[in-house]
């Protein structure tokens, strides 16, 4: 599949299905960057707005979709209520880009895992492993943990999901959402 994004324009949005067994469910976004296992996708909600970065392996997936009725919706919804996304340093690897876009901006991610999600604040991370200050879904901490960077499945920044909880986690905090 990675010839198959190398082909897609910067400005084309596609809906990219990554799960066989829910073959319906799908990320819809612009591609942000493709490197040599994994694309990052600039995802967009279903009513157009900025949805935050999520990664994805490119043997994942077996669907992409361009031009359709879908697309342009969302492209229109997404023009109409002057949405963006930050633009990204990128490194190495999405993992790197992704994780460094996190550390800068203070911002909540969630590693998907074989077996569970993860979600916090980056800590530290190197080629191996992710360090996180683990957040529950009411913004409270929940210890800390290493994850090793071979196990991650996939991982979203900044969606919604992540955003909520990060206003729960400052607001908790004392320190007001930011």
Do not use: W
Not at 19 to 44: M, Q, W
Not at 124 to 152: A, P, S
Request: net charge negative; with cysteine.
């Amino acid at each position: 599949m990675k010839s198959v994004f190398q082909n897609i324009k910067d400005d084309q949005l596609v809906s990219v299905y990554c799960d066989t067994n829910c073959p319906n469910t799908h990320l819809t976004g612009f591609i942000g960057a493709i490197f040599d296992d994994d694309v990052i996708v600039r995802h967009i909600s279903k009513e157009g707005l900025y949805d935050g970065f999520i990664m994805i392996r490119t043997s994942d997936v077996f669907r992409v979709d361009l031009g359709g009725e879908y697309e342009n919706k969302i492209l229109a919804l997404y023009t109409i209520k002057k949405q963006s996304h930050p633009m990204l340093s990128f490194g190495d690897s999405s993992m790197e880009t992704l994780l460094n876009f996190c550390i800068e901006e203070s911002l909540v991610l969630s590693l998907e895992l074989l077996n569970c999600t993860l979600t916090g604040f980056v800590l530290d991370f190197d080629e191996t492993k992710v360090h996180l200050q683990l957040v529950d879904l009411n913004g409270r901490k929940n210890g800390e943990t290493f994850v090793m960077c071979d196990e991650i499945v996939s991982f979203a920044a900044d969606t919604s999901t992540e955003q909520d909880i990060r206003c729960l986690y400052y607001e908790t905090n004392g320190q007001g959402a930011t």
